[in-house]
């Protein structure tokens, strides 16, 4: 009556999900890339370059992280039916 153990799985590294973590790592390398941005020109309706970079990467941030979701989202339920085809249980 005993019962196989379950083996752990180990993570698995897609195309997908390198997209995913280039997604969410894009905005930390931009705004901790300091020398890249520190200037006060090119001047944007009057507004230094120093601070319109940084809220635009405010939106382009917004905009990574909806489509990280949207394909993290995607690959789990792409990853479940593969599951459910091999008749593997859902996880």
Not at 17 to 36: D, E, Q, Y
Not at 52 to 63: D, E, G, P, R
């Amino acid at each position: 009556m005993s019962q196989a153990p379950e083996t752990p799985r180990e993570p698995v590294v897609t195309p997908v999900r390198v997209v995913i973590g280039l997604c969410l790592v894009a905005p930390f390398v931009a705004m901790l890339w300091v020398g890249s941005y520190a200037k006060t020109d090119p001047v944007f309706i009057g507004i230094p370059f120093f601070y319109w970079y940084q809220m635009a990467w405010v939106l382009i941030s917004t905009a990574l992280t909806m489509v990280a979701y949207k394909l993290w989202q995607r690959d789990q339920r792409d990853q479940r039916a593969r599951s459910a085809g091999k008749g593997g249980a859902e996880q």
